[in-house]
């Protein structure tokens, strides 16, 4: 796993890291859209504005709460599926930015690139944007290690793009 940031002036953090799973990226790319997050992330319930929207459609809108109960908003801003993703992500008064996710096959498995570029909105959440940043590379090997849980369980998958 790998990881790296930088902030200017506190506010701005652009933050990327990798890690590798035991699946293919098709195999592996729902994992990281909207509906996929549900089926490992504890606490991820994705809430659409549109019955039956595709959570990898440009322009598809959902909104998450946070452990603070701040609502997050998510838009599609770019999808070539199996490949890459960029979604806009504001959590309300908070940070704004953008999460791109993208997977490389590699001989027996794939590697999962994470990148965050989030702003800081106001000086308390600057403050708590700078621990984020500071905790990142702990941050993926969290998902990483709940990604392998859920495997190793049988968990549901979604369907390979």
Same mark, same amino acid.
């Given at each position: 796993?790998?990881?790296?940031?930088?902030?200017?002036?506190?506010?701005?953090?652009?933050?990327?890291?990798?890690?590798?799973?035991?699946?293919?990226?098709?195999?592996?790319?729902?994992?990281?859209? !909207? $509906?996929?997050? @549900?089926? /490992?992330?504890? #606490?991820? +319930?994705?809430?659409?504005?549109?019955?039956? %929207? *595709?959570?990898?459609?440009?322009?598809?809108?959902?909104?998450?709460?946070?452990?603070?109960?701040?609502?997050?908003?998510w838009v599609v801003?770019?999808?070539?599926?199996?490949?890459?993703?960029?979604? !806009? $992500?504001?959590? @309300?008064? /908070?940070?704004? #930015?953008? +999460?791109?996710?993208?997977?490389?096959?590699? %001989? *027996?498995?794939?590697?999962?690139?994470?990148?965050?570029?989030?702003?800081?909105?106001?000086?308390?959440?600057?403050?708590?944007?700078?621990?984020?940043?500071?905790?990142?590379?702990?941050?993926?090997?969290?998902?990483?290690?709940?990604?392998?849980?859920?495997?190793?369980?049988?968990?549901?998958?979604?369907?390979?793009?």
């Open positions: 796993m790998t990881s790296d940031h930088h902030t200017a002036g506190g506010s701005r953090a652009v933050l990327v890291g990798s890690f590798e799973l035991p699946l293919s990226r098709r195999e592996a790319f729902r994992l990281f859209s !909207a $509906r996929g997050e @549900e089926l /490992w992330v504890p #606490g991820w +319930v994705p809430r659409f504005f549109v019955a039956g %929207a *595709d959570d990898l459609e440009v322009g598809t809108v959902w909104q998450t709460s946070g452990d603070d109960g701040r609502p997050t908003t801003l770019d999808c070539e599926a199996g490949v890459s993703a960029r979604y !806009a $992500r504001v959590a @309300e008064g /908070w940070t704004a #930015g953008t +999460v791109t996710v993208e997977l490389a096959d590699l %001989a *027996d498995r794939c590697l999962v690139r994470v990148a965050y570029d989030l702003t800081a909105l106001t000086t308390d959440a600057a403050a708590d944007l700078d621990r984020f940043a500071d905790g990142y590379a702990d941050y993926l090997g969290e998902w990483r290690t709940t990604i392998l849980d859920h495997l190793a369980s049988g968990g549901a998958m979604p369907d390979p793009v």
